[in-house]
């Protein structure tokens, strides 16, 4: 009797114990679903991260229930540990008991450097919490402390600051609710430095303890082979060599840099658009010599300025080395403060919700005049995509598009299909092509045909007054779901007119949300099967003086300009069979 009593506790508990991590998995999902803003963004993560997880046990899964062992990512890290431990190459490919070759689950890395200066003990504790959250999130953290503040003293006694503040670190994280939560451990003696080159020669050091579940914490101290002592080096040039030593191991599929964080008091990229607050998004490839001028004009202290202008390098320089090494641009950089860190709400933490939707909490596209624009100090970065601008200034003859495809400057078929697979229909090409022929304005192409806008100089019958006009604004569906790119469109869209721009949109356009986001404001009539959007500094009342002198329309009667928008809108014919 005594023996169906146990295994009848014995069965009540497993089930209690599946119920437990069978609701915890379930949790997880919701909580996604609710964090990510669209069903596109919530697919994107899962599809990415689902390997990190196992929902084998859960009835809406489309995976199979009787999985081998190495298909789980725990037993694929303990055989990756047996194998560092054996000074086995734990880089060889993985096989089942049939001798079917396994997919490895790779280690989804996010490297945080952070600026150990004045965090407080309750910052810290939010930070832990948002490492807790990053964990459940499927990835795994590694720390880079930062100490460039330090003066250039003995090494002895910086070395004695850096291990009580280490350790201090390690109690603040280390001392959580729950102790399963996460582990941390201090390593040092990581980095070697040989004729001015650092490198790492022990890699294992730190993906053991990741494999474990433990977050490592790097102290930025190297070795110097040729002078066989120890020294303090700048935290950038140790975070370059781990990112590269790390993405040499990433051609065996075994982990992926999915984030570089900077925590940093100073926070994001500071823009003189959004009144010295940080840049949203930076796109390198298009930004980053015009950001990097931006810096050196003066509206901000020098010291500060090389602050902002070393962290915006450092960037630049490790996101370009994992392009260029993994050749894509999956890796994306951060810029943030202890405070914002500390934030433990999925949807108000720019590191959390980034690694749910791979975007910032806001839209850079989103007018930085209008005072629903939230102000942040987060700044996301991705290396990006290449943007090409043909406006008449910069074309040396007639600017027509019979010209630009004539140079080959413009791909026509490759702009066609472009404009068929956005649009989801056909275009009447000859047609289209005709009519905008001599009044194009702007071109736009982002990437190799990903994006594209077109703009066009439009008058009204009875006005002489030409209009900037967005006359088509195409994406291709592969990617639309691709963060930032409409973005980065738009935002050169507003540059390139600044004083005036309309487009129309049908009313049954699921976009008009998001267009009416970025326009001064938007109008339709009953009869008519267009919304009519527009924007520009003749609209804005607080535009500075010397920048109105510039608009040629001076001081505007808003209700002919509307009647004006109105009839160019209308008139316009459709360009799609």
Not at 508 to 531: A, D, I, L, T
Request: net charge positive; charged share 25%; glycine share 4%.
């Amino acid at each position: 009797m005594s023996k169906l009593k146990a295994l009848n506790r014995q069965f009540i508990s497993n089930i209690e114990t599946h119920k437990a991590v069978t609701d915890a998995k379930r949790n997880l999902i919701l909580s996604i679903l609710k964090s990510t803003t669209t069903k596109r963004e919530a697919k994107n993560y899962l599809t990415k991260y689902q390997n990190q997880f196992d929902f084998s046990d859960l009835e809406f899964s489309n995976s199979s229930s009787a999985l081998a062992p190495l298909n789980k990512k725990e037993n694929q890290r303990e055989l990756f540990i047996q194998r560092f431990l054996n000074r086995q190459n734990p880089f060889v490919n993985i096989y089942d008991e049939d001798e079917v070759k396994l997919k490895k689950i790779p280690l989804r890395l996010a490297i945080f450097k952070i600026k150990f200066t004045t965090i407080t003990k309750q910052q810290w504790s939010g930070i832990a919490e948002t490492f807790k959250r990053l964990i459940h999130l499927g990835i795994s953290p590694i720390i880079l402390l930062d100490f460039d503040h330090l003066p250039n003293t003995t090494f002895k006694n910086n070395e004695l600051y850096i291990t009580d503040q280490s350790n201090k670190l390690l109690n603040r994280l280390g001392k959580h609710e729950d102790d399963d939560d996460f582990q941390v451990t201090i390593l040092r003696s990581l980095f070697n430095k040989r004729n001015g080159r650092v490198s790492i020669d022990s890699l294992e050091s730190i993906l053991i303890p990741l494999y474990q579940g433990t977050i490592p914490i790097l102290q930025p101290i190297a070795y110097n082979m040729n002078t066989n002592t120890q020294e303090f080096l700048k935290s950038d040039s140790l975070l370059f060599a781990l990112c590269s030593a790390l993405v040499e191991k990433r051609t065996n599929n075994l982990l992926s840099i999915e984030k570089i964080v900077m925590i940093d008091p100073l926070g994001g990229i500071p823009s003189i658009e959004r009144k010295q607050t940080s840049h949203v998004f930076i796109n390198l490839s298009q930004e980053y010599s015009d950001i990097l001028s931006e810096l050196f004009i003066g509206h901000i202290s020098p010291k500060l300025r090389d602050l902002h202008v070393s962290n915006l390098n450092s960037m630049n320089e490790i996101l370009s080395f994992i392009r260029e090494r993994s050749g894509n641009d999956d890796t994306t950089g951060i810029i943030t403060t202890p405070e914002i860190m500390s934030i433990n709400n999925d949807q108000l933490n720019p590191i959390i919700y980034n690694v749910l939707t791979d975007r910032a909490i806001i839209s850079s596209s989103l007018p930085s005049s209008n005072k629903r624009t939230p102000q942040v100090s987060t700044t996301i970065i991705k290396k990006g995509v290449d943007v090409q601008v043909i406006e008449k200034d910069t074309y040396p003859g007639e600017f027509t598009m019979g010209n630009l495809f004539k140079d080959n400057l413009i791909d026509k078929e490759k702009l066609i299909t472009l404009l068929n697979d956005s649009f989801g229909k056909p275009l009447d090409s000859e047609e289209y092509f005709k009519r905008i022929d001599k009044s194009l304005a702007t071109f736009i192409l982002v990437g190799d045909y990903d994006g594209a806008a077109i703009l066009t100089w439009e008058k009204s019958q009875n006005s002489n007054h030409k209009v900037a006009y967005l006359d088509k604004f195409a994406i291709a569906k592969r990617n639309q779901g691709l963060p930032g790119l409409a973005d980065i469109i738009f935002k050169i869209i507003l540059q390139s007119h600044p004083s005036e721009l309309i487009w129309r949109s049908r009313k049954v356009n699921p976009v008009n949300k998001w267009y009416f986001e970025r326009c001064c404001g938007c109008m339709s009539s009953p009869e008519s099967q267009w919304k009519i959007f527009y924007t520009g500094d003749i609209f804005d009342k607080r535009i500075d003086r010397l920048k109105r002198k510039l608009i040629p329309a001076g001081v505007i009667n808003v209700g002919e300009k509307l009647k004006e928008y109105s009839e160019i809108c209308e008139s316009i014919p459709p360009s799609f069979r």
